[in-house]
């Protein structure tokens, strides 16, 4: 079974030091690639040296919402030239934000710096990773008049309406689910999934964040966590379901929720996010990683990507 991770943050202060040990373990697990999204100007060489280092990442550069007041005067100029001098990168992570901290952000600036970098994608024909929360109109009406996008944008961790996807698939949009989807209800979810066309269907961890709710004997849990509570061990370098069975009999009575909000999601519990959504969509995880995997490696197929270099 062939992953690939959609959207995560493997360069955040919380996990970087740990990253090649994340990617090792994962890579174990059967992901053969992660789309490694930076967020400011202060982590776009931590991505691209990290994917530098290791040919399963593929790096993204963009100023996420929330860091649009952080910008240096010549943020654009450093943003072309992190892609001319890096022809494998995508762009990512961008987008719009009305949440609760992205109120905290004068909102026509976000839409000002959105829409350059939404420009530049379609420039370069590259693929465009957004980030849109409480956002989805002002997001159709930019993605109108700047796309439509041949090249595709990927809508991560998406949690928008069914009604919204005929929409935005038309002007080349992806839909990347990851453990976030599992805070959506069920039902509502799987109305939504079930008008996703199959072709624009990708997988994501956005670890560290996004921790599936699922049991803890299921998920990969980072190790040295700081916020985990000292009665659990971290199993950073094993399956799951490895241990005793005195620990596998404490996990099982347990699930993520009862675990601090704070807990770092690990880039292998993309498997839980598979399973949520194959359940969720009627059909076996083996089916839904092949079509999200086919699907991550025709969006990534750009020229320059590493992806075309190991055709």
Known sequence: MKLFDAHCHLQDPRIFHKAPQLIATTVNSGVLHFAVNGVSEKDWDLVKDMAERHPSVIPC?????????????????????FFETTPAAAVGEIGLDKGSKGREIDFMDQVGVFRQQLELAKELKRPASIHCVRAFGDLLEI????????????????????EMVPELSKLGAYF????FLMSMKAQKAKKMLKVVPSERILLETDAPDALPKAELN????VDGDPSLPQEISAKEEHSPNVGSASDNQFHASKDSSTLPKETLNHPANIHNVLDYVASLLDTTKEELSELSYRNAIRLFSYEGSKILTEK
């Open 61 to 81: 550069f963009g100023v996420h919402p929330w860091f649009v007041q952080e910008r240096t005067p010549n943020w654009f100029s450093t943003l072309k030239e």
């Open 143 to 162: 993605m109108k008049s700047v796309g439509p996008f041949p090249d595709g944008v990927i809508i991560h961790s998406y949690l928008g309406s069914a």
């Open 176 to 179: 990347s689910f990851s453990g």
């Open 218 to 221: 299921s998920l990969f849990l």
